[in-house]
């Protein structure tokens, strides 16, 4: 029996003509299964159910390559001073007593049902989640993504998965320089579970869930280790996301431990290469290292937001794409939102350059879409035609924020945010009609990582020096009237009875 075809109609429809998006006033796509089967106007066959979204934009799903998977603890560093002394590093004396979980194996998994609720609600279709590794013992396991990737297929998000792994971890001495602890062996172990991961669930629930090789970054792995996630991704044509070129004492560090820059240690390593996922390349050495990613194909992952944050950027998009590198884009960071990652990234390359010229719009969009699909060597994702997975998302172009409408997606860019999607359908099946993405009742989900957010604020004391009381490592915008407050620094952290 073949599988029901639905119609969709909006006022606007992305469409995509085997070379580029391109734009349908008032289009039409039918899907069939898990599959687009038309995009235009006018279908001429049989259609089982219309649905006509009236004024918005229906495009192709929004890929998210360092997708946030966390509750992310940004919030906490903002305007809080040097990170290093409230417990988001690792201190000597911690790493003495044993590094544990800060949360349970249920809050884990939790926390990814959360942030994909998140990435579904703002857009997001295909996501390879990203968590922080200061808060675990470790690494992440087998057994937590083998429950996650159960999450993933229940909300129905296409994601690119696997358990984080790494060798070593820096940490902070009590003279605040920072040192390197190491340990081969659970590398490896860690590799060995990716490994047994990616087996067991590659192209799982339908081909829904995929897997991915995900090393920590690039000073936190041994040269065998990275030597075996190399072979080992030749061998399984897996994809390998690893994060570099984001910090000046990165770089410092492999060039004082490896005797290269990144990139070039990456290229020595035959890392570099069309399977390679990069974030975030915004401490390069020169043309050359521009070379190096243009010649091997090598996709680098954009995430403009969490970098301006801390006064840091890509210098600059339009040059790196003038050099024939691919983009994908990545939200990396609270909120899960790319349509501002694409606002503030043009806006932020512009300045960069010194002008309008180099970077538009849809060179942002198409990152967005087109350059996540390159990525990921999937040309069934990130448009709209015959053939392609029917990963759709509908932008609302109702909102009075949005001013009055020219052209769909630039007043999306200029002032739109990722809850202006309004529907969201991922490898054909509705995932999210009307805000609401189905089976997921926000209220409770928002409390549940409202009380895991406490547990993770608490953890930042056993991290740090001293182990001072965690109530005075954070301090809010504003200081607080009262002293019953001033003891608490989130007005909403727990009920009043919670120490």
Avoid at 134 to 139: N, Q
Avoid at 265 to 283: K, Q, T
Avoid at 456 to 483: E, N, T
Wanted: one cysteine or more; hydrophobic letters at 40%; charged letters at 20%.
């Amino acid at each position: 029996m073949s599988a029901p075809r639905i119609g969709l109609k909006a006022g606007c429809v992305v469409g995509f003509d085997g070379q580029r998006h391109v734009l349908w006033r008032d289009g039409e796509v039918v899907i069939e299964g898990s599959r687009v089967l038309f995009v235009g106007r006018g279908f001429p066959g049989p259609v089982d159910q219309w649905i006509d979204y009236g004024n918005a934009l229906l495009g192709p799903g929004l890929i998210d390559l360092d997708a946030l998977g966390d509750l992310d603890s940004t919030v906490l560093c903002l305007d809080n001073g040097d990170e290093r002394a409230m417990g988001r590093m690792w201190s000597a004396e911690y790493l003495a007593r044993g590094p544990k979980e800060s949360y349970s194996f249920e809050e884990e998994v939790f926390k990814y049902r959360y942030a994909f609720t998140q990435l579904i609600r703002n857009g997001i279709t295909t996501a390879m989640p990203i968590t922080s590794m200061y808060y675990r013992e470790w690494a992440e396991t087998y057994e937590e993504f083998a429950a996650v990737a159960g999450v993933a297929a229940e909300l129905g998000l296409r994601t690119y998965l696997g358990p984080c792994y790494m060798s070593g971890m820096q940490y902070l001495r009590a003279d605040g320089s920072l040192d390197e602890y190491w340990d081969e062996a659970r590398g490896l172990a860690g590799l060995e579970a990716a490994e047994r991961f990616f087996r067991d669930f590659d192209g799982s629930h339908g081909g829904l869930i995929r897997g991915a090789l995900l090393p920590d970054r690039i000073q936190t792995c041994t040269p065998a280790l990275l030597q075996r996630t190399a072979a080992l991704s030749r061998e399984l044509a897996a994809p390998v996301r690893l994060h570099c070129c984001q910090g000046l004492g990165e770089v410092a560090l492999v060039k004082q431990l490896r005797g290269q820059a990144p990139l070039a240690w990456l290229e020595h390593l035959d890392l570099l290469g069309p399977r390679a996922v990069l974030p975030h390349g915004i401490y390069i050495d020169g043309d050359d290292d521009l070379a190096r990613l243009a010649d091997s194909g090598s996709s680098l992952v954009h995430c403009p937001v969490v970098f301006a944050r801390d006064g840091e950027a890509l210098d600059a998009f339009g040059r790196y794409r003038a050099q024939g590198i691919n983009f994908a884009l990545g939200t990396d960071t609270w909120p899960a939102d790319l349509l501002d990652n694409m606002r503030q990234g043009l806006n932020i390359a512009r300045i960069k350059a010194g002008g309008n010229s180099g970077t538009s719009a849809l060179d942002f969009y198409n990152a967005a879409t087109l350059g996540g699909a390159k990525a990921l060597g999937r040309d069934d994702l990130g448009r709209l035609a015959p053939g392609a997975k029917a990963d759709i998302t509908v932008f609302s172009l109702d909102g009075l924020h949005l001013g009055p409408l020219f052209d769909p997606l630039k007043n999306l860019i200029l002032a739109g945010r990722g809850d202006d999607c309004v529907a969201s359908w991922i490898d054909g099946r509705c995932v999210m009609q009307d805000g609401q993405v189905k089976g997921v009742d926000y209220p409770a989900l928002q409390q549940q990582a409202q009380r895991q957010f406490h547990r993770l604020m608490q953890s930042h004391a056993d991290r740090a020096f001293g182990h001072p009381d965690w109530r005075g490592l954070f301090q809010p915008a504003i200081p607080f009237a009262d002293a019953w407050s001033a003891e608490r620094p989130l007005c909403a952290l727990a009920s009043p009875t919670e120490k």
